[in-house]
């Protein structure tokens, strides 16, 4: 299993302690996606920003719903890996 992650270019000058939003999943559970293709939309510090499939493969698992936060680093999803 990989999680699935906002990079952490994206947290770059963003205060300690601040969360992101899960805006809304763009594939659900059990959808096969591509590595690099977008999986969520997400709100950090006003601007909304794509969560990409860090490989291809199946979304196993959703960890935070639309409309939930989570931190830094944390995972929102978690991906079975192709092959």
Known sequence: ?????????????????????????????????????????VVLVKTTLEVTAPADGVIERILVAAGETFARGAPIGMLREAG
């Open 1 to 41: 299993m990989t999680a699935i992650t906002l990079g952490e270019a994206a947290w770059q000058d963003v205060e300690e302690g601040t969360e992101a939003l899960v805006d809304r999943w763009l594939v659900g559970e059990g959808t096969a996606v591509r590595a690099g293709q977008p999986v969520a939309s």
